[in-house]
């Protein structure tokens, strides 16, 4: 018999082995974002939330999974030797959402509720976070359920590809262009938005990103 971890363990398998965060998978099953967040599995009384079948068989109609699959992925799906198991896990959050307080600590490593998780192929480095963009102004780079993994403790060179945390809100993915002591200059990814130069007192947080969905 199917317990309820083993129907959740196999949704999050899926939505690892396609690359996907949940979020990610139930965009793309036409499902609302959150539908299989950890936070919507069980009910604020403590009651287990299940998904439903209809949940279920978009997802395998998404991803071109079969039910056996599916339920293998419960508990008894045998790992072949191209399949090598994510080794580790990073905290997950919202692209729109980072730049609400709380989140971040002084360092900026990650804190406090609402993080999410996703899969990462690698050892992560101390502090980083991954972040699911939203919208299509990181095109054609990133695209609208692509999740990226930052790392605050990343050297940062010239060229590098950066998440920047405003004082006021912002969040802003962009190419380091050039970094003096006192200003930030940022090139945008997509061509359509000019450059950015920040006063280095107005930065909340910067970090490197190290790894993409893609």
């Known amino acids: 018999m199917l317990s309820h971890r083993d129907i959740w363990d196999a949704i999050d398998a899926i939505a690892e082995r396609h690359g996907l965060s ?20 069980i009910s604020k009384d403590g009651r287990e939330r299940w998904p439903s079948t209809e949940s279920v068989a978009k997802i395998l109609e998404a991803t071109n999974e079969t039910f ?15 399949q090598s198991p994510p ?6 959050l919202g692209l729109g959402q980072a730049g609400s307080g709380g989140f971040f600590d002084p ?6 509720q609402g993080w999410d998780e996703v899969a990462f192929p690698s050892s992560p480095e101390d502090g980083s976070y991954a972040l699911e ?19 605050p403790t990343a050297q940062m060179r010239r060229g590098d590809r950066v998440v920047v945390r405003t004082r006021d809100g912002e969040v802003l993915v ?11 200059e940022l090139h945008s ?12 007192k107005d930065i909340e947080g910067m970090g490197r990103i190290i790894w993409a969905s893609q």
Do not use: C, W
């Open 22 to 41: 949940v979020s990610g998978l139930a965009r793309l099953a036409g499902l609302d974002a959150t539908a299989f967040n950890k936070s919507k599995r």
């Open 68 to 82: 056996d699959a599916f339920l293998a992925g419960g508990g008894a799906y045998v790992q072949t030797a191209s």
């Open 87 to 92: 080794r580790a896990f990073v905290p997950l």
């Open 107 to 112: 360092a900026g490593f990650p804190q406090g």
């Open 133 to 151: 963009v939203s919208g299509d102004s990181m095109l054609p780079l990133y695209r609208d359920g692509d999740v990226i993994v930052v790392s």
């Open 174 to 184: 962009k190419v380091l262009h050039r970094q003096t002591p006192r200003l930030v």
């Open 189 to 200: 990814l997509n061509p359509a938005h000019p450059p950015r130069v920040l006063e280095v």
